[in-house]
């Protein structure tokens, strides 16, 4: 089972999630809604996967680790958008600002492997209500070959104009970069992401 951030894990039972700490919050959140998206960190010394509890608040999440016995469905963010899966939300919640763009960011983006994450991802997955009107929008982007940056750019400049702000991660084999810093910083250092933290790159691809 290869496992990567962003992914959605629904848990089987959460007697295989350990908690640094047994707070209220977290508890009635896995109960409601019990997946936990996986964070960039390296697994525990047991093998366990590194990952987060949303709360229906923006400053609840709590950090986890998780017994991959306890792995019920993964869904990566690229699942998200072969399968299409905003389209089994309910009507009314696609009209929320960001899930109304999906259908036009999946003709947009066609020939990139790309997905959503944050809210967005956590919500056309499990279903629950996280989105709101003035809700962001982050997108993960395969970047594992190297980019075009003028086509990059050409993307950016489209998306720009949608209405929604709209926060890129490029995922490439040794961690993450924002898309944006790259395009503004080629000629300088950007900071990659990474399970054991940032690192100062020069060449995103090198």
Same mark, same amino acid.
């Given at each position: 089972m290869?496992?990567?951030?962003?992914?959605?894990?629904?848990?089987?039972?959460?007697?295989?999630?350990s908690?640094?700490?047994?707070?209220?919050?977290?508890?009635?959140?896995?109960?409601?809604?019990?997946?936990?998206?996986?964070r960039?960190?390296?697994?525990?010394?047991?093998?366990?996967?590194p990952?987060?509890?949303?709360?229906?608040?923006?400053?609840?999440?709590?950090?986890?680790?998780?017994?991959?016995?306890g792995v019920?469905?993964?869904?990566?963010?690229?699942?998200?958008?072969?399968r299409?899966?905003?389209?089994?939300?309910?009507?009314e919640?696609?009209?929320?600002?960001?899930?109304?763009?999906m259908?036009?960011?999946?003709?947009?983006?066609?020939?990139?492997?790309?997905g959503?994450?944050?809210?967005?991802?956590?919500?056309?997955?499990?279903?629950?209500?996280t989105?709101k009107?003035t809700?962001?929008?982050?997108?993960v982007?395969?970047?594992s070959? =190297?980019?075009?940056?003028? =086509?990059?750019?050409?993307?950016?400049?489209?998306?720009?104009?949608?209405?929604?702000?709209?926060?890129i991660?490029l995922?490439?084999r040794?961690?993450?970069?924002?898309?944006?810093?790259?395009?503004?910083?080629r000629?300088?250092t950007?900071?990659?992401?990474?399970?054991?933290?940032?690192?100062?790159?020069?060449?995103?691809?090198?």
């Amino acid at each position: 089972m290869v496992i990567h951030p962003h992914d959605l894990i629904e848990v089987s039972n959460l007697k295989y999630l350990s908690l640094y700490e047994d707070k209220e919050w977290v508890t009635a959140s896995l109960r409601r809604t019990p997946f936990v998206v996986v964070r960039r960190a390296d697994p525990s010394a047991d093998g366990c996967i590194p990952v987060g509890v949303r709360g229906q608040e923006r400053n609840q999440r709590e950090a986890a680790f998780l017994d991959p016995k306890g792995v019920s469905q993964l869904v990566s963010p690229y699942a998200i958008v072969k399968r299409q899966m905003w389209n089994s939300l309910p009507t009314e919640r696609r009209q929320q600002p960001v899930l109304q763009l999906m259908d036009l960011l999946a003709e947009m983006m066609a020939d990139w492997r790309w997905g959503p994450a944050g809210s967005a991802g956590f919500e056309i997955v499990t279903q629950y209500p996280t989105m709101k009107e003035t809700s962001d929008l982050d997108l993960v982007i395969d970047g594992s070959e =190297v980019i075009d940056y003028a =086509v990059a750019e050409r993307l950016v400049h489209k998306l720009e104009h949608l209405g929604v702000r709209i926060d890129i991660q490029l995922e490439t084999r040794d961690g993450a970069y924002v898309l944006r810093e790259i395009l503004e910083r080629r000629a300088s250092t950007v900071v990659l992401r990474t399970s054991s933290g940032p690192k100062l790159v020069r060449n995103p691809w090198q």
